[in-house]
């Protein structure tokens, strides 16, 4: 049970020690600050970024889940739309791409944090 807490917070992106304390500051949706991040998690006071640079690895898995994306918008576009011309996969694809960076990038972080963060939760920092 405590893997698919996790798996909800993680989804939700909230504290990887607290389940509870918001890891960005701002929405998605701001797209001048949908990157910031507070340094501490105001619930718990867990630092966010680990050590210097630790971040950079979230690249490759903003790598990973661009290319995932690009794997089923062209599953769906070859099934849904019959094959479609080249210039329909490239425009198709590269739009979503362009439309979900913020929300690759937020998540990518979150993975980067979860998986070699080299924390886990802990129920004493849970507020009720």
């Given at each position: 049970m405590e893997a698919w807490e996790h798996l909800k917070a993680g989804l939700k992106l909230k504290c990887p020690r607290c389940h509870?304390?918001?890891?960005?500051?701002?929405?998605?949706?701001?797209?001048?600050?949908?990157?910031?991040?507070?340094?501490?998690?105001?619930?718990?006071?867990?630092r966010y970024e680990i050590e210097l640079g630790f971040y950079w690895g979230a690249m490759y898995m903003s790598y990973g889940l661009s290319v995932f994306i690009v794997f089923l918008v062209g599953i769906s576009l070859y099934f849904l739309a019959n094959d479609p011309p080249t210039w329909v996969y490239l425009t198709t694809v590269a739009t979503i791409v362009v439309l979900f960076t913020p929300v690759l990038f937020r998540y990518a972080r979150v993975?980067?944090?979860?998986?070699?963060?080299?924390v886990s939760f802990d129920p004493k920092y849970k507020r009720s």
């Open positions: 509870q304390g918001p890891m960005f500051s701002h929405s998605a949706l701001n797209l001048r600050k949908f990157d910031q991040m507070p340094e501490n998690c105001p619930v718990c006071g867990f993975m980067m944090l979860y998986f070699f963060g080299s």
